[in-house]
């Protein structure tokens, strides 16, 4: 038996629910990433922070082992370097992200079928969420910071906010943005910045989070409550 553990900067992030604590130290784990904050946690660690997806580091895996870049396997990686460098807008876009994507494009890849089910798949109710949450953004001017706030009742499904930090961070003079959802007893805080010499993996670490230094995010247990002065968790 093998556990292979994609993206994840640390063990909480396997999605193995009780049983990580049943096997780890007892099956062999691999851990391929490219989170900044990336612990280390597995028997085998192939990290590199430098690399604009994980999906990027497998490709030139895949690549030096002589893997045939089959179309199915071209698709899922090409999905993984576009997703994960924002459409090639975020500062994971590097030259070598875009040659390993143009390489895979060269194996067939369908591109707009990629873009149409990660882009383009939002729903008139995903878009009416979208819709009252910037109507309900807070700036900050002093520290030039924009909070979005989310309350469970909000959503139907959590899906519905994807895309919305990285959305988020084409708002002008801004230094950091914080997106807070409730769902379920958990506050899930996504931060984001394009500012230079701001990391917000060091904020998410402080909660037990983590991400890279533009984009990252944390967990906490408690519910949202409204405050004359504004937001506290509890």
């Not at 396997?14 to 007892?26: D, E, T």
């Not at 028997?43 to 997806?53: H, K, P, Q, T």
């Not at 309900?136 to 909070?147: F, G, I, S």
Request: glycine share 6%; aromatic share 6%; proline share 3%.
């Amino acid at each position: 038996a093998l556990v292979i553990a994609l993206d994840c900067a640390d063990l909480q992030q396997v999605n193995l629910g009780n049983q990580v604590a049943k096997i780890y130290g007892q099956i062999p784990f691999v851990n391929i990433d490219h989170h900044a904050t990336n612990n280390n946690y597995a028997d085998l660690n192939l990290v590199d922070s430098a690399a604009s997806a994980t999906s990027e580091i497998i490709y030139r895996l895949f690549k030096k082992q002589n893997v045939p870049l089959t179309l199915k396997i071209s698709a899922c990686l090409l999905t993984g370097i576009i997703t994960d460098t924002t459409y090639f807008t975020n500062n994971a876009t590097t030259k070598q992200a875009v040659a390993a994507a143009a390489d895979l494009l060269r194996q067939g890849v369908p591109l707009k079928q990629i873009i149409n089910n990660t882009f383009r798949r939002h729903s008139p109710d995903s878009l009416k969420v979208w819709g009252k949450t910037l109507s309900n953004l807070h700036y900050n001017a002093n520290y030039k910071v924009v909070t979005a706030i989310i309350e469970e009742a909000d959503l139907s499904a959590p899906e519905q906010l994807d895309g919305l930090a990285n959305f988020l961070t084409t708002l002008y003079d801004t230094n950091l943005i914080v997106v807070i959802r409730e769902e379920k007893n958990i506050i899930r805080c996504s931060l984001r910045t394009t500012a230079p010499g701001i990391d917000v993996s060091l904020l998410a670490k402080k909660f037990g989070g983590g991400g890279h230094p533009k984009a990252a995010g944390f967990s906490i247990r408690g519910k949202l409550e409204k405050m004359e002065a504004g937001w506290k968790i509890v």
